[in-house]
Nanobody, 126 residues
C-alpha cells in the first residue's frame, strides 16, 4: 500500500513558476514509476509528466515540454514537478500517481497507476 500526498499548489500569475511535491509512504517507492496528471473543470484528465523508477528517464507531452520538469528523490520517497512559464491553460487540479502495472514508465493511461494522491489546485491568472 502506498499513500501519496501532494503539496505546493497555489495561485500564480502567468509566466510564473510553482514546484509541486508528492510525498509517498511506504518503503517500496522506488519500485513504482511515477506520473503527474491534471484535470481542469469540464475537461478530461491529462497526463503531464512521467519518470522511471530510478529517475533516469522522463517523458512529457508537447503541451508542457520545455516548461515542466519531473524529478524524484527515492531516498526521500518524493516526486517533484517543477512548472515554469505557467499559462492560464495550466490551471487544473494536479495529481501524482504511482504505477506498477505497465512495462512502460510513461504510460498515459490512468488505469495503469495503482495509487493516486488527493490532488493540489494550481491556478494561473492572466
Amino acid at each position: 500500500q502506498v499513500q501519496l500526498v501532494e503539496s505546493g499548489g497555489g495561485l500564480v500569475q502567468a509566466g510564473g513558476s510553482l514546484r509541486l511535491s508528492c510525498a509517498a509512504s511506504g518503503r517500496t517507492f522506488s519500485t513504482y514509476y511515477m506520473g503527474w496528471f491534471r484535470q481542469a473543470p469540464g475537461k478530461e484528465r491529462e497526463y503531464v509528466a512521467g519518470i522511471s523508477r530510478s529517475g533516469d528517464r522522463t517523458y512529457y507531452p508537447d503541451s508542457v515540454k520545455g516548461r515542466f520538469t519531473i524529478s524524484r528523490d527515492n531516498a526521500k520517497n518524493t516526486v517533484y514537478l517543477q512548472m515554469n512559464s505557467l499559462k492560464p491553460e495550466d490551471t487544473a487540479v494536479y495529481y501524482c500517481a504511482a504505477g506498477d502495472m505497465s512495462s512502460r514508465y510513461n504510460s498515459i493511461l490512468g488505469r495503469e497507476y495503482s495509487y493516486w494522491g488527493q490532488g493540489t489546485q494550481v491556478t494561473v491568472s492572466s
